[in-house]
């Protein structure tokens, strides 16, 4: 681990959004559940990111979320927001809004659905700082849904001062490598952050300073523990550790995402939830027993 301690850094877990039968966000478990991780060794928490399903949400779900979060956290631990949009201008508004909580940090990735050029990758997180945000921003380099940020462009990034680091869930650590070099060498402050559960030991040996993961919401005294492995050297008990989630990693990813996470959350602590994400009948059919096999590997792994 670095000696520096960066503005992010250590592990966040990311909420998954419950909702009930209606279809409508259910804010009194998702408090509940804000609660719950405000107890545990988490450095924060993040909403409406990937794993949340903002992209299922009104802007205005978003931000009740968002308030929810806020409230129920209430400076207990760092909160960091997604303001991830089709366009800069509802990004910005996410950005205000969320700046008004409170929030430490809001998680941005390139506008998605038209693909952006280099150019217009680095014009976008420009244009975000033309006007006071009011918020640290984390780039996010997530290319399976949204336009990549190459390496060089992220080294134009180090050099704006609103930009205080990147999570990278593209799971290439060789980038997640070079992100590293190109920090130590152009700015010392700027986090680089993994949001890939299944590399979180090889890339806190590697040099990141934290993450953002689902895993993190779910487990946090496993993902603790490869935490404090990793600070002590102990590279034998950090991927024994890593090797408990792998399975439970692999189980989720046999429904599409984020429905297998949403699914894990059902198994680990007991969310219950409606699914706004449309699946198809053999996904249906086949919930029940993979939620079963996930039980029986909590149960056998000890991670719960």
């Known amino acids: 681990m670095k000696e520096k301690v960066r503005e992010f850094h250590g592990p966040y877990g990311i909420l998954p959004t419950p909702f009930l039968q209606s279809g409508e966000v259910d804010h009194r478990q998702l408090e509940r559940m804000a609660d719950a991780l405000c107890q545990t060794e988490l450095e924060g928490i993040v909403v409406c990111g990937s794993t949340s399903e903002f992209v299922m949400l009104s802007v205005d779900e978003n931000k009740e979320i968002m308030r929810t979060a806020a409230a129920a956290i209430g400076g207990r631990r760092r909160l960091v927001c997604g303001a991830t949009a089709p366009d800069a201008r509802t990004c910005r508004d996410y950005l205000s809004y969320m700046a008004g909580l409170g929030a430490q940090g809001a998680l941005v990735a390139p506008p998605y659905y038209f693909r952006y050029g ?22 996010y380099q997530i290319p399976g849904f949204s336009s990549p940020i190459p390496l060089n462009i992220t080294a134009e990034l180090m050099g704006l001062p609103w930009v205080q680091g990147i999570k990278n869930s ?24 993994t949001g890939t559960d299944d590399a979180l030991a090889p890339c806190l040996f590697g040099g990141c300073d934290g993450s953002f993961t689902a895993l993190g919401a779910l487990f946090p005294r496993a993902i603790a523990g490869i935490y404090r492995a990793v600070e002590l050297g102990d590279r034998e008990e950090a991927l024994r550790l890593q090797g408990k989630l792998l399975g439970l990693t692999r189980l989720a990813d046999r429904l599409p995402f984020p429905a297998g996470y949403k699914l894990l959350a059902q198994a680990a602590v007991g969310m219950e939830t409606a699914y706004r994400q449309p699946l198809g009948e053999r996904d249906k059919t086949r919930m029940d027993g993979i939620k079963r096999e996930m039980e029986a590997l909590m149960r056998e792994s000890g991670v719960c």
């Not at 593209?170 to 952050?193: G, P, T, V």
């Open 118 to 139: 280099r150019d217009e990758v680095l014009e976008f997180y420009r244009s975000l700082g033309r006007e006071d945000c009011g918020v640290p921003v984390i780039a």
């Open 170 to 193: 593209s799971a290439n650590i060789k980038e997640i490598m070079h992100q590293i070099d190109l920090r130590n060498e152009h700015r010392e402050d700027f986090s680089i952050l």
